[in-house]
């Protein structure tokens, strides 16, 4: 009886220490929307498990970190019209109610692309390609159909996807051979006509190559003459370790912004993998040598690896918050390293560890970096 008295006693000297302790708030964590609002959108890719909810950590991460998404796939032509005049929307459907729900900026990925496209777009009942005409027309049946059913809930769509060559030429795709370059501003006019409020975008990559550069600003530009809407040029940032350089990036931005249109960075991710080589002997040694140097770090990345990853990013983003003003959107392409399609590009088996939360959706030092740099530039 004596013991219980004095355990009593300790209890109620330990009390008021408990209720001091229990009701003490935790700073909340800035996160990399918060650290960037004013500033642009940030935004991430998301795959089907996490539009369905399967991915619950990646799910967590995107509504906590995130104020901007975009499909990765579920909204490409041959998933949403796989057979003429056949539509599938379930998928496209389930990512827009996620993106309602947890007021997000939504993009449409993409209304017009050379790949990920059905084969029957572009041909006849025997196989032969259509006439110019019966594209045109599909072309519009689709980007009216699709924008004209998530009118004003879709904010801005990638109406026209990797249209030119690195040389700044047009690339030979079947729009292009069948229509000629008028494929684009039709594009453009159709999906307007479907909602005029949404905004429009021409998305690419290798965009800071001189060539493809010009030529994208002579698109906006004739765009425009034709009074058709072109809000923004989306520079996919495909980026790694060797390339490109900061000065052929920000002179890119800059010369879009000139043209008269926000910038956005639309597929981000930074690899950490060795440029393969253009040429490989055929010799079995060689290219499984080859295959060695190429997927270096299968169990992680070295400590001076990640540094010099981290500051490379770091580098990115930098110039990114100094040009917020020419900034529409930043966007990464995928929510952490284990999402990302660069693990097996361009081989099968790669292991690389590209984007902003490691494999287990963790935070890496970068994105702790990026806030703090935005806490900088008030």
């Known amino acids: 009886m004596k013991l219980i008295k004095q355990l009593l006693i300790m209890m109620l000297l330990c009390l008021p220490f408990l209720n001091c302790t229990s ?12 650290a960037l609002s004013g500033k642009f959108l940030i935004g991430t890719a998301m795959n089907s498990s996490q539009i369905w909810g399967k991915d619950t950590l990646g799910v967590k991460v995107i509504t906590q970190q995130f104020d901007a998404v975009v499909a990765e796939n579920c909204m490409k032509s041959m998933h949403l019209q796989p057979k003429d005049g056949e539509f599938d929307f379930k998928d496209a459907d389930q990512f827009v109610d996620f993106g309602e729900r947890n007021n997000m900026f ?13 084969a029957w777009f572009f041909t006849d009942t025997v196989g032969k390609d259509v006439s110019k005409e019966i594209l045109t027309e599909r072309m519009k049946n689709h980007i009216t159909t699709v924008v004209s059913r998530y009118k004003g809930r ?17 690339r030979n795709s079947k729009f292009y051979t069948i229509i000629g370059k008028d494929f684009i501003p039709l594009a453009f006019k159709f999906a307007h006509d479907a909602d005029p409020d949404a905004e429009l975008y021409y998305n690419d990559y290798n965009e800071w190559y001189a060539g493809k550069r010009d030529s994208i600003v002579k698109m ?13 040029v989306g520079m996919q940032g495909h980026i790694g370790m060797d390339y490109p ?11 879009f912004a000139a043209a008269g249109v926000k910038v956005m960075v639309t597929e981000l991710e930074l690899s950490a993998l060795p440029t393969p080589r253009p040429n490989v002997g055929a010799n079995i040694s060689d290219i499984e040598i ?20 981290t500051n490379r ?61 935005a806490k900088k530039n008030k």
């Open 245 to 255: 350089n900061l000065e052929d990036y920000k002179a890119a931005m800059d010369s």
């Open 106 to 118: 939504i993009t449409g990925h993409c209304l017009i692309w050379h790949s990920q496209v059905p």
């Open 220 to 232: 906006v530009i004739q765009l425009k003459d034709q009074g058709l809407r072109i809000d923004a």
């Open 290 to 309: 080859y295959r060695k140097e190429m997927n270096p770090y299968t169990d992680g990345l070295p400590d001076s690896v990640a540094t010099a990853w």
């Open 313 to 373: 990013m770091a580098s990115f983003f930098k110039l990114f918050i100094d040009n917020s003003d020419k900034i529409e959107r930043v966007t990464l392409w995928g929510v952490s390293d284990a999402d990302s399609w660069k693990n097996d590009f361009p081989m099968p088996g790669r292991t690389d560890y590209p984007l902003l939360f490691d494999r287990n959706h963790q935070p890496k030092t970068i994105v702790s970096t990026i806030i703090q740099e």
């Open 154 to 170: 879709v904010k801005g769509w990638d109406v026209v996807n990797e249209a030119l060559n690195d040389d700044g030429t047009y």
């Open 23 to 34: 009701t003490k708030k935790e700073e909340p964590k800035t996160t990399l929307k918060d």
